[in-house]
């Protein structure tokens, strides 16, 4: 079911880029509208607490910060809920990604009658799921027709694995090397980079992170998603291309190898 499977994933990725259109709009009209009020009024705040602060009228100053919040706040939970939409749509097209590889891993053991591998992944192994290890069947396979990996995308797909990884795992700082952010924000504009690690053997316990940043191309990096949407397009968009590559590809394969279309549809579990 593998075509059926690319179908299906071309499909929730053209859906989803609706959704983030109107998760954008949205978004940028409420962040003008608490922006706007902030900016009305921050001035007078700054002033108010610059004479506290000379004045040493710590209690006034107390006040001034509190009523200040009240500003401040919408506009921090804004960016964080920002930040949980990239979340979840990071996870999202990772996974219909993620599924696609093995699906398509599956259905050429079938094609092929590969029964080795269809006991060793898909009978022995329960919800067999690493992507990294289908792809590098599915090239094997094809003897090197599909090799996913050598695509301009694959690079991206690794690091969104990555990402994907820690924050399904409840953990939404990673680490990355300060070259792959940068190389993947050149792509796809989403990864904040928090802090640059703290490599001393002497020191990275008491203090993990540095407080001068080299920026060396193979420093490693805190990181977590942006607190803005501007990135989402640009993944959407990027996802998509990748799954029309992929379902031309194999296509083209099946055409060559005289698998019908019944057929590259017609694999199930």
Not at 49 to 55: H, I, L, P, R
Not at 87 to 93: A, Q, S, Y
Request: aromatic share 12%.
């Amino acid at each position: 079911m593998s075509l059926m499977r690319i179908n299906h994933v071309r499909n929730e990725i053209t859906k989803l880029e609706a959704v983030i259109s109107n998760l954008t709009k949205n978004y940028h009209v409420n962040f003008k509208e608490y922006d706007s009020q902030l900016q009305g009024v921050e001035g007078f705040f700054n002033e108010k607490m610059k004479e506290a602060q000379n004045s040493q009228n710590w209690d006034t100053l107390y006040d001034i910060n509190t009523k200040k919040s009240i500003y401040t706040q919408p506009l921090e939970h804004l960016e964080s809920l920002a930040k949980f939409q990239n979340e979840l749509m990071l996870v999202k097209h990772t996974a219909l990604i993620e599924n696609m590889i093995v699906k398509i891993f599956w259905c050429l053991t079938c094609l092929l009658k590969k029964e080795e591998y269809k006991n060793k992944y898909f009978i022995e192994i329960n919800n067999f799921s690493d992507s990294f290890e289908a792809a590098s069947k599915i090239s094997e396979l094809t003897d090197g027709t599909i090799n996913l990996k050598k695509t301009k995308f694959w690079y991206l797909y690794e690091t969104l694995k990555t990402i994907r990884n820690s924050i399904a795992h409840g953990d939404p700082l990673f680490e990355m090397s300060y070259r792959r952010a940068m190389k993947f924000n050149a792509e796809i504009d989403i990864i904040y980079l928090s802090s640059e690690k703290n490599r001393c053997e002497h020191t990275k316990d008491i203090y993990p992170s540095l407080l001068h940043p080299t920026k060396e191309k193979k420093s490693i990096w805190f990181c977590c998603l942006k607190s803005d949407l501007s990135g989402l397009n640009k993944l959407n968009s990027r996802c998509l291309i990748f799954v029309e590559e992929v379902r031309n590809i194999y296509l083209e394969y099946g055409a060559q190898n005289g698998f019908s279309t019944h057929q590259l549809y017609g694999c199930r579990p």
